[in-house]
């Protein structure tokens, strides 16, 4: 008691409490996460590989070579992904509001992939109407043996167009997962410890 009142009447106080303490906060630099994911090159990719279905599409609607019913939804689909593929852009401020719509986008883009994967595998399966004539009709073997590369050709450009709604799908999921983590929407938010070092100099 004596050394403790000596203490006091030199200006000095106890220690009080542990010398290390270690509590839990949120992660700030969670938002971080997102960029790991390369946001920038996968919303390009996204964005190239949906103009390019775009472009397709209306070049075959242009030429009379396709059927507006059964492209439209296409058209309609490929321009959500483009839209998601901005959003990946967008979201690279990792200002949450952004984050949580383009983890939106890309489920939504998630969707649109995969019923753009199966129009396409639709239109595979479709004979082209040039060559309906061949079928119903009695016409040469040089005929036939045009449309029958023309089926092939057209074969090949929907199967290229099924690996790129696979890929689509691919790049949507992953920008999703990095989303979510940054978001939390599927888990609470991870905290970290942080400690605490309480230094006290006493004078003997």
């Not at 939106?104 to 595998?121: D, E, K, P, R, Y």
């Not at 239109?123 to 043996?145: A, I």
């Not at 999703?176 to 006290?200: L, R």
Request: one cysteine or more; aromatic letters at 6%.
């Amino acid at each position: 008691m004596a050394d403790e009142a000596a203490l006091v009447e030199e200006g000095m106080s106890t220690p009080q409490g542990p010398l290390v303490a270690v509590t839990f906060q949120r992660n700030v630099h969670r938002k971080l996460k997102y960029l790991e994911g390369e946001p920038k090159a996968l919303g390009i990719t996204q964005i190239g590989l949906s103009v390019y279905q775009i472009t397709s599409v209306s070049v075959f609607l242009a030429k009379d070579l396709s059927r507006l019913p059964t492209d439209l939804p296409l058209l309609i689909s490929s321009l959500l992904v483009v839209i998601a593929g901005s959003m990946a852009l967008a979201a690279q401020n990792l200002h949450l509001p952004t984050l949580r719509a383009c983890l939106g986008m890309q489920i939504v883009a998630c969707g649109a992939s995969i019923f753009n994967m199966i129009c396409t595998l639709v239109k595979m399966e479709e004979v082209p109407s040039y060559c309906w004539h061949y079928y119903y009709d009695n016409f040469t073997l040089h005929y036939g043996e045009t449309c029958h590369k023309i089926e092939s050709a057209h074969n090949h450009f929907h199967a290229e167009g099924v690996v790129i709604q696979v890929a689509l799908l691919a790049i949507s999921a992953t920008l999703a997962a990095y989303c979510c983590k940054v978001v939390n929407c599927c888990a609470p938010a991870p905290k970290m410890p942080v400690i605490t070092v309480q230094a006290s100099s006493v004078q003997q």
